[in-house]
């Protein structure tokens, strides 16, 4: 990604360079953008190594490949010591009530299952639809149908919690495809590999960096698509809404585009399940309506919402803590400190 030119740029050179000589700050700034760009040989190195260690998973019977992905992972998060604090620190602020024993089984069953989930998805490749829908249950498919029934589209809200991407996969098979939102990979050689299984069995991913005119588009063709919002996101796209008792900096775009659109949102988890298999529960549709009407300004419909949203994403994960991933630095952005950046309920 090309580096942008900003003011923590001009103070970093001025020790350095003379301001005055443009030619000389503009060499400078140059050669640390190339410092920072990723380079073709690293893609394909890191391309090289998935395929290789997906082959290799390939090659085992689920079970095992679920082992030895737990047994990597273990060895993985054993070199990343600000990563392992940083998901630590995550579960002793969302249970403080529980003993440091507690908090390192989750911290521990987190990091495997979500080994796991990574290793389930990357089989699904070799699997036939049946194959696929044989190891996921669905329950509560009627919300999912009584939404689509209201013809003005379908946000399925979900989070980083089980197995998401075969949940994906699986919603995507009751009756029409879907469009999973997501993020791309800074390496577009990967990106491509995972956008592969994604479209498999005929879903339609649409990148985050693009989303909005074609969200926009999906919810007027009645369409189904998935976004999870459970991710730390910039002040300036922020609204702080309590998510396990502390403000978490959330997304607003899931709020605004269902006011805008009137779509409905259908939560939905996928449940990991003690035999290696996994459940893929729909909920009660979420309407734009419960948020109030003209008489409530749309920021404050947009905060309700986005709260709505928070809560039942925090009501999931606390009946399966060790389902979701608390590797990422979610309250990393933080309200800016004046009386009114307290946390506030989510009800109206």
């Known amino acids: 990604m090309a580096h942008r030119i900003g003011p923590a740029d ?4 001025s020790d350095a360079v003379d301001l005055r000589d443009a030619k000389t700050l503009a060499v400078t700034l140059a050669r640390r953008s190339r410092k920072r760009r990723r380079s073709a040989f690293r893609h394909r190195a890191e391309l090289a190594m998935f395929r290789v260690g997906a082959g290799g998973l390939a090659l085992l019977p689920p079970p095992a490949a679920r082992r030895a992905g737990r047994a990597a992972a273990r060895l993985v998060f054993s070199f990343l010591p600000s990563r392992r604090k940083i998901l630590l620190d995550n579960l002793a602020a969302a249970f403080p009530g ?3 024993e507690e908090i390192a089984a989750i ?7 979500f080994a796991s989930a990574l290793v389930d998805f990357l089989q699904t490749g070799r699997l036939s639809r049946e194959d696929l829908l044989s190891r996921v249950s669905v329950e509560g498919e009627e919300h999912l149908r009584a939404a689509r029934i209201r013809g003005k589209g379908v946000f399925l ?13 699986v919603a995507g098979l009751l009756g029409e495809p879907i469009a999973p939102v997501a993020r791309p990979l800074d390496n577009p050689l990967l990106e491509e590999e995972l956008a592969r299984l994604r479209r ?3 879903n339609r991913p649409i990148s985050k960096r693009q989303a909005a005119k074609e969200l926009l588009r999906a919810m007027s063709r009645n369409e ?14 922020a609204v702080f809404v309590p998510f396990f008792g502390r403000p978490a900096a959330t997304t607003s775009s899931l709020a605004l585009l269902q006011l805008k659109t009137g779509a409905a949102v259908v939560p939905v988890f996928t449940w990991p399940e003690s035999d290696g298999r996994y459940r893929l529960g729909f909920e009660r549709p979420i309407l734009a309506d419960e948020f109030g009407g003209v008489e409530v300004d749309r920021e404050e419909r947009v905060r309700r919402a986005t709260a709505r949203y928070t809560e039942v994403t925090e009501a999931a994960i606390r009946r399966a803590p060790d389902a979701w991933l608390w590797i990422h630095d979610r309250w990393k952005t933080r309200p800016a400190e004046s009386p009114d950046s ?6 109206p």
């Open 157 to 169: 809200l979900s989070a980083h919690f089980g197995s998401w991407e075969v949940g994906a996969l």
């Open 98 to 100: 529980e003993p440091p």
């Open 342 to 347: 307290r946390v506030q309920s989510g009800a």
């Open 200 to 202: 498999r069995f005929g």
């Open 107 to 113: 911290a521990r069953r987190s990091i495997e299952g």
């Open 10 to 13: 001009l103070k970093a050179s």
């Open 224 to 237: 189904t698509v998935a976004i999870l919002i459970d991710q730390n996101v910039l002040p300036r796209e």
